[in-house]
Protein backbone atom coordinates (compact mmCIF):
# COMPACT_ATOMS: atom_id res chain seq x y z
CA UNK A 1 0.00 0.00 0.00
CA UNK A 2 1.49 3.43 -1.09
CA UNK A 3 2.23 5.76 1.98
CA UNK A 4 -0.21 8.45 0.52
CA UNK A 5 -3.04 5.63 0.81
CA UNK A 6 -1.85 5.42 4.16
CA UNK A 7 -1.59 9.36 5.05
CA UNK A 8 -5.04 9.42 3.85
CA UNK A 9 -6.23 6.23 5.98
CA UNK A 10 -4.53 7.69 9.46
CA UNK A 11 -6.10 11.11 9.17
CA UNK A 12 -3.78 13.03 11.52
CA UNK A 13 -3.33 16.82 9.93
CA UNK A 14 -0.12 18.11 9.72
CA UNK A 15 2.02 14.56 9.62
CA UNK A 16 2.21 12.04 6.40
CA UNK A 17 3.61 8.31 6.57
CA UNK A 18 7.12 7.65 5.26
CA UNK A 19 7.42 4.25 6.04
CA UNK A 20 5.95 0.91 7.73
CA UNK A 21 7.88 -1.34 9.44
CA UNK A 22 6.95 -4.69 11.11
CA UNK A 23 8.10 -6.44 13.63
CA UNK A 24 7.32 -8.63 16.80
CA UNK A 25 7.89 -7.98 20.52
CA UNK A 26 8.73 -10.25 23.81
CA UNK A 27 5.32 -11.62 24.19
CA UNK A 28 5.04 -12.75 20.44
CA UNK A 29 2.75 -9.80 19.52
CA UNK A 30 2.56 -8.74 15.59
CA UNK A 31 3.97 -4.74 16.05
CA UNK A 32 3.41 -2.41 13.15
CA UNK A 33 5.23 0.71 13.58
CA UNK A 34 4.32 3.88 11.26
CA UNK A 35 6.95 6.52 10.89
CA UNK A 36 5.42 9.99 10.58
CA UNK A 37 6.99 12.94 8.88
CA UNK A 38 6.03 16.54 10.14
CA UNK A 39 4.23 18.86 7.18
CA UNK A 40 2.62 21.82 9.26
CA UNK A 41 4.09 24.73 10.08
CA UNK A 42 3.80 26.33 13.01
CA UNK A 43 3.55 24.96 16.89
CA UNK A 44 1.49 25.43 19.64
CA UNK A 45 2.44 25.58 22.82
CA UNK A 46 1.25 22.83 25.38
CA UNK A 47 1.03 25.31 28.59
CA UNK A 48 -1.32 27.82 27.12
CA UNK A 49 -2.78 26.71 23.96
CA UNK A 50 -0.81 29.92 22.14
CA UNK A 51 0.54 29.25 18.36
CA UNK A 52 4.43 29.44 18.49
CA UNK A 53 6.78 30.08 15.95
CA UNK A 54 10.29 28.92 16.75
CA UNK A 55 10.71 25.43 18.18
CA UNK A 56 13.43 24.55 21.05
CA UNK A 57 14.40 21.01 20.06
CA UNK A 58 12.71 17.76 19.89
CA UNK A 59 12.97 14.10 20.60
CA UNK A 60 11.53 10.97 18.42
CA UNK A 61 8.27 10.13 20.60
CA UNK A 62 5.92 6.55 19.87
CA UNK A 63 2.38 6.23 20.43
CA UNK A 64 -0.05 3.43 20.53
CA UNK A 65 -2.66 3.67 18.16
CA UNK A 66 -5.51 1.38 17.06
CA UNK A 67 -4.88 -1.96 15.70
CA UNK A 68 -4.57 -2.36 12.47
CA UNK A 69 -6.55 -6.01 11.72
CA UNK A 70 -4.64 -7.90 13.91
CA UNK A 71 -1.01 -5.95 14.22
CA UNK A 72 -0.49 -3.75 17.41
CA UNK A 73 0.08 0.00 15.61
CA UNK A 74 2.86 2.04 17.09
CA UNK A 75 3.22 5.83 15.50
CA UNK A 76 7.10 7.25 15.72
CA UNK A 77 7.01 10.70 14.74
CA UNK A 78 9.34 13.84 16.08
CA UNK A 79 7.70 15.72 19.24
CA UNK A 80 9.05 19.35 19.56
CA UNK A 81 9.91 21.57 22.46
CA UNK A 82 8.41 25.35 21.87
CA UNK A 83 9.86 28.43 23.11
CA UNK A 84 6.94 30.19 24.42
CA UNK A 85 6.61 33.90 25.66
CA UNK A 86 4.79 33.48 28.60
CA UNK A 87 5.27 29.75 29.42
CA UNK A 88 8.70 29.47 28.49
CA UNK A 89 10.29 25.83 27.32
CA UNK A 90 6.99 23.85 26.50
CA UNK A 91 6.38 20.36 24.51
CA UNK A 92 4.04 21.48 21.91
CA UNK A 93 -0.01 20.71 21.80
CA UNK A 94 -1.05 18.04 19.34
CA UNK A 95 -4.59 17.32 18.63
CA UNK A 96 -4.16 13.21 18.97
CA UNK A 97 -1.86 12.69 20.91
CA UNK A 98 -1.50 14.00 24.91
CA UNK A 99 1.38 15.74 26.65
CA UNK A 100 0.83 13.57 30.03
CA UNK A 101 -0.29 10.16 30.95
CA UNK A 102 0.05 6.98 29.33
CA UNK A 103 1.94 6.64 25.64
CA UNK A 104 -1.25 6.16 23.70
CA UNK A 105 -3.19 8.71 21.04
CA UNK A 106 -6.76 9.76 22.19
CA UNK A 107 -8.58 7.77 19.69
CA UNK A 108 -7.12 4.38 21.39
CA UNK A 109 -7.94 6.48 24.89
CA UNK A 110 -11.37 7.26 24.09
CA UNK A 111 -11.66 3.59 23.07
CA UNK A 112 -10.42 2.14 25.78
CA UNK A 113 -12.49 4.26 28.10
CA UNK A 114 -15.40 3.06 26.37
CA UNK A 115 -14.68 -0.46 26.58
CA UNK A 116 -13.64 -0.40 30.54
CA UNK A 117 -17.76 0.57 30.98
CA UNK A 118 -18.90 -2.63 29.89
CA UNK A 119 -15.86 -5.02 30.41
CA UNK A 120 -13.07 -5.94 33.37
CA UNK A 121 -9.65 -3.51 32.97
CA UNK A 122 -7.79 -7.13 32.79
CA UNK A 123 -10.19 -8.31 29.90
CA UNK A 124 -9.45 -4.94 28.31
CA UNK A 125 -5.14 -5.08 28.78
CA UNK A 126 -5.09 -8.41 27.65
CA UNK A 127 -7.00 -7.43 24.43
CA UNK A 128 -4.74 -4.23 23.70
CA UNK A 129 -1.65 -5.95 24.89
CA UNK A 130 -0.99 -3.38 27.59
CA UNK A 131 -0.46 -3.32 31.23
CA UNK A 132 -4.09 -3.72 33.55
CA UNK A 133 -2.10 -0.80 35.68
CA UNK A 134 -1.85 1.73 32.32
CA UNK A 135 -5.59 0.53 31.28
CA UNK A 136 -6.51 1.31 34.65
CA UNK A 137 -4.56 4.82 34.37
CA UNK A 138 -6.44 5.77 31.22
CA UNK A 139 -9.68 5.05 32.79
CA UNK A 140 -9.66 6.81 35.61
CA UNK A 141 -8.12 10.03 33.44
CA UNK A 142 -11.44 10.03 31.07
CA UNK A 143 -13.57 9.61 34.25
CA UNK A 144 -11.63 12.82 36.18
CA UNK A 145 -12.52 14.36 33.15
CA UNK A 146 -16.39 13.86 32.78
CA UNK A 147 -16.50 14.56 36.54
CA UNK A 148 -14.46 17.74 36.38
CA UNK A 149 -16.69 19.00 33.54
CA UNK A 150 -20.21 18.20 34.53
CA UNK A 151 -22.37 20.94 34.92
CA UNK A 152 -23.75 21.64 38.73
CA UNK A 153 -25.65 23.81 38.34
CA UNK A 154 -29.56 24.14 38.58
CA UNK A 155 -29.74 20.79 41.08
CA UNK A 156 -32.92 21.56 43.29
CA UNK A 157 -33.17 17.76 45.09
CA UNK A 158 -30.40 15.65 46.61
CA UNK A 159 -30.46 12.53 48.26
CA UNK A 160 -27.86 10.94 50.36
CA UNK A 161 -27.82 6.91 51.34
CA UNK A 162 -24.61 5.13 52.44
CA UNK A 163 -23.61 1.52 51.57
CA UNK A 164 -21.16 -0.89 53.29
CA UNK A 165 -17.98 -1.38 51.80
CA UNK A 166 -15.74 -4.57 52.91
CA UNK A 167 -16.31 -6.41 56.07
CA UNK A 168 -16.98 -4.60 59.47
CA UNK A 169 -18.78 -1.12 59.58
CA UNK A 170 -17.63 0.87 57.06
CA UNK A 171 -19.59 2.51 55.26
CA UNK A 172 -19.64 5.11 52.00
CA UNK A 173 -22.28 8.04 51.48
CA UNK A 174 -23.60 8.07 48.04
CA UNK A 175 -25.17 12.17 47.50
CA UNK A 176 -27.34 11.99 44.00
CA UNK A 177 -29.29 14.75 42.10
CA UNK A 178 -32.84 13.51 42.58
CA UNK A 179 -34.01 16.66 40.19
CA UNK A 180 -31.61 19.15 37.92
CA UNK A 181 -31.32 19.99 34.16
CA UNK A 182 -29.63 16.46 33.72
CA UNK A 183 -32.07 14.38 35.63
CA UNK A 184 -31.18 11.76 38.62
CA UNK A 185 -27.82 11.30 38.29
CA UNK A 186 -24.52 9.96 40.77
CA UNK A 187 -23.17 13.12 42.65
CA UNK A 188 -20.37 12.26 45.00
CA UNK A 189 -18.77 9.31 47.10
CA UNK A 190 -17.17 9.90 50.40
CA UNK A 191 -16.45 7.42 52.78
CA UNK A 192 -18.02 7.39 56.11
CA UNK A 193 -21.19 8.91 57.06
CA UNK A 194 -20.17 11.37 59.72
CA UNK A 195 -21.37 14.91 59.78
CA UNK A 196 -17.09 15.17 59.30
CA UNK A 197 -17.16 13.04 56.21
CA UNK A 198 -19.71 14.92 54.27
CA UNK A 199 -18.22 18.02 54.72
CA UNK A 200 -16.01 17.15 51.79
CA UNK A 201 -19.15 16.87 49.86
CA UNK A 202 -20.08 20.38 50.77
CA UNK A 203 -17.14 21.82 49.60
CA UNK A 204 -16.65 20.08 46.51
CA UNK A 205 -20.55 21.07 45.99
CA UNK A 206 -20.33 24.99 47.03
CA UNK A 207 -21.70 27.15 49.60
CA UNK A 208 -24.29 28.84 46.53
CA UNK A 209 -25.74 25.80 45.20
CA UNK A 210 -26.22 24.26 48.28
CA UNK A 211 -28.32 27.36 49.43
CA UNK A 212 -30.45 26.79 46.03
CA UNK A 213 -31.43 23.20 47.38
CA UNK A 214 -35.07 23.29 48.13
CA UNK A 215 -35.36 19.48 49.63
CA UNK A 216 -33.32 16.24 50.73
CA UNK A 217 -34.03 13.18 50.50
CA UNK A 218 -32.15 11.41 53.81
CA UNK A 219 -33.07 8.11 55.82
CA UNK A 220 -32.92 8.30 59.46
CA UNK A 221 -29.82 8.99 60.14
CA UNK A 222 -29.20 11.93 62.66
CA UNK A 223 -25.79 13.22 60.96
CA UNK A 224 -27.07 13.49 57.59
CA UNK A 225 -29.88 15.77 59.31
CA UNK A 226 -26.98 17.51 60.85
CA UNK A 227 -25.09 18.46 57.85
CA UNK A 228 -27.86 19.44 55.87
CA UNK A 229 -29.07 22.06 57.72
CA UNK A 230 -25.50 22.86 59.33
CA UNK A 231 -24.71 23.48 55.19
CA UNK A 232 -28.50 24.44 53.58
CA UNK A 233 -30.72 26.93 53.92
CA UNK A 234 -33.81 27.20 56.20
CA UNK A 235 -36.01 27.02 53.67
CA UNK A 236 -35.06 23.58 52.89
CA UNK A 237 -37.43 20.84 53.10
CA UNK A 238 -36.02 17.35 54.60
CA UNK A 239 -37.85 14.16 53.23
CA UNK A 240 -37.16 10.93 55.05
CA UNK A 241 -36.72 8.29 52.27
CA UNK A 242 -40.23 6.04 52.21
CA UNK A 243 -38.09 2.67 51.58
CA UNK A 244 -36.40 3.49 55.11
CA UNK A 245 -39.58 3.87 56.82
CA UNK A 246 -41.21 0.98 55.54
CA UNK A 247 -38.42 -1.10 56.22
CA UNK A 248 -39.03 -0.26 59.94
CA UNK A 249 -42.25 -1.21 60.11
CA UNK A 250 -40.95 -4.75 58.07
CA UNK A 251 -38.74 -5.22 61.06
CA UNK A 252 -40.91 -4.23 63.42
CA UNK A 253 -43.87 -6.98 61.32
CA UNK A 254 -40.73 -9.73 61.76
CA UNK A 255 -40.43 -9.14 65.08
CA UNK A 256 -44.18 -9.67 65.84
CA UNK A 257 -43.47 -12.97 63.70
CA UNK A 258 -40.95 -14.48 65.31
CA UNK A 259 -42.82 -14.18 68.89
CA UNK A 260 -45.83 -15.63 67.69
CA UNK A 261 -43.42 -18.36 66.59
CA UNK A 262 -42.03 -19.15 69.92
CA UNK A 263 -45.32 -19.52 71.32
CA UNK A 264 -46.93 -22.14 69.01
CA UNK A 265 -46.35 -25.88 68.99
CA UNK A 266 -47.17 -28.76 66.57
CA UNK A 267 -48.91 -28.00 63.18
CA UNK A 268 -48.95 -24.44 63.92
CA UNK A 269 -45.44 -23.82 64.46
CA UNK A 270 -45.14 -25.91 60.92
CA UNK A 271 -47.45 -23.49 59.63
CA UNK A 272 -46.04 -20.26 60.82
CA UNK A 273 -42.01 -21.04 60.23
CA UNK A 274 -40.45 -20.52 57.26
CA UNK A 275 -43.15 -17.48 56.38
CA UNK A 276 -41.07 -14.75 56.53
CA UNK A 277 -40.50 -13.19 53.15
CA UNK A 278 -43.84 -14.39 52.05
CA UNK A 279 -45.37 -12.32 55.07
CA UNK A 280 -43.00 -9.18 54.37
CA UNK A 281 -44.37 -8.99 50.39
CA UNK A 282 -47.23 -6.83 49.15
CA UNK A 283 -50.45 -8.50 49.51
CA UNK A 284 -51.17 -7.37 45.62
CA UNK A 285 -47.98 -9.63 44.37
CA UNK A 286 -49.24 -12.97 46.57
CA UNK A 287 -50.58 -15.72 44.44
CA UNK A 288 -51.52 -18.58 43.30
CA UNK A 289 -50.35 -21.57 46.28
CA UNK A 290 -48.19 -18.39 48.03
CA UNK A 291 -51.34 -16.63 48.66
CA UNK A 292 -53.33 -19.90 50.68
CA UNK A 293 -50.24 -20.65 52.81
CA UNK A 294 -50.89 -16.59 53.72
CA UNK A 295 -54.23 -16.89 54.02
CA UNK A 296 -53.33 -20.31 56.96
CA UNK A 297 -50.82 -18.27 58.36
CA UNK A 298 -52.54 -15.22 58.80
CA UNK A 299 -56.08 -17.57 59.97
CA UNK A 300 -53.53 -19.31 62.80
CA UNK A 301 -52.66 -16.18 64.48
CA UNK A 302 -54.72 -13.47 65.15
CA UNK A 303 -52.49 -11.38 66.45
CA UNK A 304 -50.33 -11.54 62.91
CA UNK A 305 -53.52 -11.21 61.24
CA UNK A 306 -53.30 -7.75 62.56
CA UNK A 307 -49.76 -7.05 62.20
CA UNK A 308 -49.95 -7.99 58.94
CA UNK A 309 -52.94 -5.82 57.82
CA UNK A 310 -51.76 -2.68 59.61
CA UNK A 311 -48.58 -3.28 57.39
CA UNK A 312 -50.35 -3.28 54.49
CA UNK A 313 -52.41 -0.48 55.17
CA UNK A 314 -49.62 1.88 56.07
CA UNK A 315 -48.58 2.29 52.53
CA UNK A 316 -51.63 4.79 51.78
CA UNK A 317 -50.16 7.05 53.51
CA UNK A 318 -47.64 8.29 50.60
CA UNK A 319 -50.55 8.39 48.64
CA UNK A 320 -51.93 11.81 49.83
CA UNK A 321 -51.26 14.74 48.47
CA UNK A 322 -52.40 17.36 51.31
CA UNK A 323 -50.59 17.36 54.49
CA UNK A 324 -53.47 17.75 56.79
CA UNK A 325 -55.17 14.60 55.19
CA UNK A 326 -51.85 12.42 55.50
CA UNK A 327 -52.23 13.60 59.29
CA UNK A 328 -55.72 12.15 59.88
CA UNK A 329 -54.75 8.79 58.29
CA UNK A 330 -51.35 8.55 60.45
CA UNK A 331 -54.11 9.46 63.28
CA UNK A 332 -56.52 6.73 62.69
CA UNK A 333 -53.60 3.90 62.05
CA UNK A 334 -51.94 4.42 65.27
CA UNK A 335 -55.55 4.39 67.46
CA UNK A 336 -55.67 0.71 65.79
CA UNK A 337 -52.83 0.25 67.92
CA UNK A 338 -54.49 1.37 71.06
CA UNK A 339 -55.70 -2.01 72.53
CA UNK A 340 -53.35 -4.24 70.69
CA UNK A 341 -50.20 -5.77 72.36
CA UNK A 342 -48.03 -5.15 69.34
CA UNK A 343 -45.04 -3.90 71.29
CA UNK A 344 -42.78 -3.57 68.02
CA UNK A 345 -44.90 -1.66 66.39
CA UNK A 346 -45.56 1.06 69.25
CA UNK A 347 -42.21 1.43 69.01
CA UNK A 348 -42.17 2.38 65.74
CA UNK A 349 -45.14 4.81 66.05
CA UNK A 350 -42.59 6.46 68.87
CA UNK A 351 -39.98 6.40 65.77
CA UNK A 352 -42.10 8.05 62.92
CA UNK A 353 -43.47 10.63 65.51
CA UNK A 354 -40.07 11.60 66.09
CA UNK A 355 -39.59 12.22 62.37
CA UNK A 356 -43.00 12.91 61.79
CA UNK A 357 -42.48 16.12 59.86
CA UNK A 358 -39.58 14.52 57.31
CA UNK A 359 -42.24 11.64 57.00
CA UNK A 360 -45.53 14.07 55.72
CA UNK A 361 -43.13 16.51 53.71
CA UNK A 362 -43.65 13.60 50.68
CA UNK A 363 -47.25 14.77 50.52
CA UNK A 364 -46.21 18.27 49.17
CA UNK A 365 -43.17 16.91 47.07
CA UNK A 366 -43.47 13.95 45.43
CA UNK A 367 -40.25 12.57 44.17
CA UNK A 368 -39.60 9.59 42.96
CA UNK A 369 -37.54 7.86 45.53
CA UNK A 370 -36.53 4.85 42.84
CA UNK A 371 -33.21 5.91 41.81
CA UNK A 372 -31.30 6.29 45.53
CA UNK A 373 -32.60 2.18 46.02
CA UNK A 374 -31.18 1.51 42.04
CA UNK A 375 -27.98 3.20 42.99
CA UNK A 376 -27.75 1.25 46.23
CA UNK A 377 -27.92 -2.14 44.37
CA UNK A 378 -25.79 -0.58 41.50
CA UNK A 379 -22.97 0.88 43.65
CA UNK A 380 -22.85 -3.03 45.20
CA UNK A 381 -23.09 -4.79 41.93
CA UNK A 382 -19.87 -2.59 40.97
CA UNK A 383 -17.64 -3.81 44.13
CA UNK A 384 -18.58 -7.32 43.86
CA UNK A 385 -17.72 -7.44 40.28
CA UNK A 386 -14.39 -6.09 40.66
CA UNK A 387 -14.07 -8.36 44.03
CA UNK A 388 -12.43 -5.82 45.37
CA UNK A 389 -10.38 -2.13 44.40
CA UNK A 390 -7.17 -1.54 45.41
CA UNK A 391 -7.84 2.11 44.36
CA UNK A 392 -10.11 4.04 46.58
CA UNK A 393 -10.56 6.49 44.46
CA UNK A 394 -10.87 4.66 41.21
CA UNK A 395 -13.32 2.52 42.90
CA UNK A 396 -15.21 6.02 44.01
CA UNK A 397 -15.70 6.74 39.97
CA UNK A 398 -16.60 3.73 38.75
CA UNK A 399 -19.44 4.00 41.42
CA UNK A 400 -20.14 6.98 39.56
CA UNK A 401 -19.96 6.35 36.70
CA UNK A 402 -22.38 3.30 36.61
CA UNK A 403 -25.30 5.49 38.62
CA UNK A 404 -25.15 8.26 36.02
CA UNK A 405 -27.26 7.52 33.06
Not at 145 to 154: T, W, Y
Not at 351 to 374: M, N, P, Q, W
Amino acid sequence: MQPDYLTELLGIQGYRVVSVEQAEDSWGYSIVRVNLERTRKGYVCGGCGKPVAQAYDHTWQELRHLTIWQHQTLLRFPRYRVICPDCGVRTEALDFASIRGPRVTRALDELIHELCKVTTVKAVAALFGLHRHTVKAIDKKAMKEVKAHRPLDGITVVGMDEITVGKGHNYWTLVSALEGPRGPEMLYVTEGRSEKHLRRFWRWFGKERAAKLTHAVIDMCQAADDSIRAHCSEALRIIYDKFHVVWHLNEALNTVHKAELRKTLGRFRRTLSGKKFLLLKRRARVRGRAREALNTILAASPRLQKAYLLKESFGHLWDYTYRGCALRFWEEWKAHLKWSRLKPYRKFVRLVERHLDGTLAFCEKKISLGYIESSNLKARNVIRSAYGYRDKEYMKLKVIQACTP
